[in-house]
T-cell receptor, first 114, second 113 residues
């Protein structure tokens, strides 16, 4: 089955630590995205990548970093510079043409800072 | 910047009732998307709308692309317990590239058996 796999599902971090969230897709999509979701809020865009080896900041990129070395993979690092990292993180991908605006999401990773 | 306003924020209904929710914006959208999110999971696409005035159904769900291109509606008929979840509308952020979406804050639906 084609889809997006995020791991881990749950992650606990101590303050001051960097953590990396994994996102892998086998949909052959060119574009990948990271969104952050807080309770009672919509999704906010952190970073996105339209093509391998290229990525752009979204609305809330501060304190995060990404890489896109392979088409299938788009890991997100939450650095110690992120002031309020506890949240639900969603990875997504999209294809070409009319489907370029239709995002397919993974199941999410919940990060809790202790 | 662009914003999507969803209403209502939450709904508590009886099983079998019909549900209606909407999404409005001060700016024009060329695409409207409706997603459903189950607790602890990622959003799943329900319906995509691409043309003003378009009315599209997916089972018991019906969504419409407003004629002004500034709003969209989602209706659920004969609700069942598995309809519980958060429903989001979304549209392209024209300040960004394709796939860069803006999301509403969601409508949380609760269904009493």
């Amino acid at each position: 089955d084609g889809g997006i796999t995020q791991s881990p599902k749950y992650l606990f971090r101590k303050e001051g630590q960097n953590v990396t969230l994994s996102c892998e897709q086998n949909l052959n999509h060119d574009a990948m995205y990271w969104y952050r979701q807080d309770p009672g809020q919509g999704l906010r865009l952190i970073y996105y990548s339209q093509i391998v080896n290229d990525f752009q900041k979204g609305d809330i990129a501060e304190g995060y970093s990404v890489s896109r070395e392979k088409k299938e993979s788009f890991p997100l690092t939450v650095t110690s510079a992120q002031k309020n990292p506890t949240a639900f993180y969603l990875c997504a991908s999209s294809g070409q043409g009319i489907g370029a605006n239709v995002l397919t999401f993974g199941a999410g990773s919940r990060l809790t800072v202790l | 910047g662009q914003q999507l306003n969803q209403s209502p924020q939450s709904m508590f209904i009886q099983e079998g009732e019909d549900v209606s929710m909407n999404c409005t914006s001060s700016s024009i959208f060329n695409t409207w998307l409706w997603y459903k999110q189950d607790p602890g999971e990622g959003p799943v696409l329900l319906i995509a709308l691409y043309k003003a005035g378009e009315l599209t159904s997916n089972g018991r769900l019906t969504a419409q692309f407003g004629i002004t291109r500034k709003d969209s509606f989602l209706n659920i008929s004969a609700s069942i317990p598995s309809d519980v979840g958060i429903y989001f509308c979304a549209g392209p952020n024209y300040g960004g590239s394709q796939g860069n979406l803006i999301f509403g804050k969601g409508t949380k639906l609760s269904v009493k058996p």
